[in-house]
């Protein structure tokens, strides 16, 4: 059985950080691409980083230069480190594991709140 299991949220004033920690069970780990998506109320999931490998790694561009996303292949963990964090950050944040080479073999976790408020 399939596990993704994030923690780390929470409240956290403008300018804070934060580091998610999402740790998965049930996969071979280093042959999934890891991944972290957010939604904020009433808009949709949206993509916030992912890692394939330390040299293939992207972002989007509202958190470029903020967040930081790695992976620790021995412990079945990917992060995502979040600095100076803006009440636009708020949102519930997911992660996702999804196969290099099969993309139907597709999970996530059940989430974890970030509030960014002052």
């Known amino acids: 059985q399939v596990q993704l299991v994030e923690s780390g949220g929470g409240l956290v004033q403008p300018g804070g950080s934060l580091r998610l920690s999402c740790a998965a069970s049930?996969?071979?780990?280093?042959?999934?691409?890891m991944g972290w998506y957010r939604q904020a109320p009433g808009k949709e999931r949206e993509l916030v980083a992912t890692?394939?490998?330390?040299?293939?790694?992207n972002y989007v561009d509202s958190v470029k230069g903020r967040f930081t996303i790695s992976r620790d292949n021995a412990k079945n963990t990917v992060y995502l480190q979040m600095n100076s964090l803006k009440p636009e950050d708020t949102a519930v944040y997911y992660c996702?594991?999804?196969?290099?080479?099969?993309?139907?073999?597709?999970?996530w976790g059940q989430g974890t709140q970030v509030t960014v408020s002052s």
């Open positions: 049930g996969i071979i780990f280093n042959i999934y691409a």
């Open positions: 996702n594991a999804r196969h290099y080479f099969r993309s139907s073999y597709n999970y």
């Open positions: 890692i394939n490998s330390p040299t293939n790694i």
